[in-house]
């Protein structure tokens, strides 16, 4: 009988991706893999979560090397990195490559786009997750100071991360008292995942010649200089400057300080930039005011904070997730 829910989860996604009546059995080798038998066949099962590229390296790493790797839905790249492994895969919209003695399975999944749930987070615990994850001490007064919150937002954003154990707090109490990370990297899935949820909900694309584009970006970015508006590139346009990974970027998206479509159209044609359907460079808000605070200038460009970078890319593409693990094992390495 199956005693832990996530060897009935595995039993499930079996169930549905083989016949009706086909005997699953799982039970647990250890904490992450499990013991499936289907059709007097034995098969290590590695379950690694949310189904992202780091998670998925980390299971191809660890012996003894698992026979499938399941997941609640893999990234495309996750996807590249487990079959050039030569590892069976399958997740739980119905997407699974798998060929054993007792079963071959091809199928493409409900690849539907993930819709955007009304998200726990709100602007203020995004920004202070994001200064924290950009090195910011967790106290409501250094929290304050760096992204412009005021103290009693920085105390009720800190009780939120505290709230879903992202963070552990020491015996003190009051707005100096000392917090501690729990998992790095979960705090930077978490912020991710949710940054993406809660992003810009419009945009303006605008014409550009883009022959060579930090140029182009420097020259724009000087013209909103002069007219005081706050402006960051971001994604992998940031990305380039904090970690070069990807070949030169053929589009770029910058945030700029600015409220409603109509502001982003100002902004535009301050700097002499008209909208084009397909344009080149993508312009949103900034998603958040601490988003603002926090970005900082490489090389006379005005970037995000790696942290909102890596949030950002990890949804540019399929190769944006390989060049987020880059960008974050960069930063992290510092």
């Not at 007219?227 to 910058?254: E, H, K, N, R």
Request: aromatic content about 6%; overall charge positive; glycine content about 8%.
């Amino acid at each position: 009988m199956v005693s832990d829910p996530l060897a009935q989860r595995i039993r499930s996604l079996f169930r549905a991706l083989l016949p009706t009546g086909t005997k699953v059995r799982v039970t647990r080798l250890g904490d992450l893999d499990h013991l499936a038998e289907i059709a007097g066949e034995g098969l290590r099962v590695r379950s690694v979560g949310r189904g992202d590229l780091r998670n998925v390296r980390l299971a191809l790493q660890t012996r003894p090397k698992p026979h499938i790797i399941v997941a609640s839905r893999f990234s495309e790249m996750a996807r590249e990195e487990i079959s050039a492994a030569k590892v069976n895969w399958a997740d739980e919209t119905g997407a699974a490559e798998i060929s054993t003695r007792s079963m071959i399975i091809n199928l493409s999944g409900r690849r539907r786009p993930i819709p955007r749930p009304s998200s726990i987070w709100t602007a203020a615990a995004l920004g202070a997750a994001e200064a924290i994850l950009a090195g910011i001490n967790p106290t409501a007064e250094a929290i304050s100071r760096a992204t412009g919150y005021s103290l009693s937002t920085g105390v009720r954003t800190l009780a939120f991360l505290l709230n879903e154990e992202l963070l552990e707090s020491s015996s003190a109490r009051g707005r100096r008292s000392g917090r501690r990370v729990v998992d790095q990297d979960r705090l930077l899935d978490e912020f991710a995942d949710a940054a993406h949820q809660v992003r810009p909900k419009f945009e303006i694309r605008c014409g550009v010649l883009w022959r060579e584009p930090f140029v182009e970006l420097e020259t724009i970015g000087e013209r909103w200089n002069k007219a005081d508006i706050d402006w960051a590139a971001a994604g992998a346009m940031a990305a380039s400057v904090q970690a070069p990974f990807l070949a030169q970027t053929t589009t770029g998206m910058v945030y700029v300080n600015v409220t409603g479509e109509l502001g982003l159209l100002h902004v535009a044609r301050l700097a002499g930039l008209e909208p084009l359907d397909g344009g080149r460079l993508i312009l949103r808000p900034f998603p958040t005011s601490a988003t603002k605070e926090l970005a900082e200038v490489i090389d006379d460009i005005w970037v995000t904070s790696w942290p909102r970078t890596y949030a950002d890319l990890r949804f540019e593409g399929v190769r944006g997730e390989e060049a987020a693990e880059h960008l974050r094992k960069v930063s992290l390495a510092r």
